[in-house]
């Protein structure tokens, strides 16, 4: 499992930072351009995908989040992406100081409300990095309603293949 878990957390950042370069190139004109999705802009995505990872990434350090992290941000966009492929790079080193029994444990946290909540490790790292592979599918979505040219491909066997695995 901690092997999966790895490929799949290292997937993952390199898929985040794919996007992030692919939206620094656009400039930041069509950053808060209203579409219509889970979000209501390309930068409200990103954060989101930043936000929640940040937050499962907390719950899995013993800290329970009680508000998203982008709610208290002041910088730009290039910052806030910074921001967000240090926290799935930080997914990477949390995957490889662990040990497999550890990744298979259970641990307890609390929802943003409060609500109190026991999850295997593993697969509350599913779940995050799933989500923020849902997420990236919206922004290519949003990048193509756009009209952004030469969009990266961001599949996990496209990962694969560049990494020889």
């Not at 790895?6 to 993952?12: E, F, W």
């Not at 990477?92 to 609390?110: G, W």
Request: aromatic share 12%.
């Amino acid at each position: 499992m901690k092997d999966l878990l790895h490929l799949y957390t290292k997937y993952n950042h390199w898929a985040n930072k794919q996007l992030c370069l692919k939206i620094s190139e656009i400039g930041n004109e069509l950053l808060d351009k209203p579409v219509k999705n889970s979000f209501p802009s390309l930068r409200k995505t990103v954060y989101h995908i930043w936000d929640a990872e940040a937050i499962w990434l907390e719950r899995l350090l013993g800290m329970s989040a009680t508000d998203w992290p982008s709610n208290h941000f002041k910088g730009d966009f290039i910052e806030a992406q910074d921001l967000m492929l240090k926290m799935s790079e930080r997914f990477v080193d949390y995957i490889a100081t662990n040990d497999e029994e550890f990744l298979m444990s259970e641990f307890s946290y609390k929802g943003l409300g409060g609500q109190d909540y026991k999850n295997k490790r593993y697969l509350s790292i599913m779940h995050c990095m799933n989500h923020s592979t849902f997420h990236r599918g919206q922004l290519i979505t949003i990048l193509r309603e756009f009209d952004v040219p030469d969009l990266p491909g961001t599949d996990l066997i496209i990962y694969i293949r560049e990494n020889n695995l």
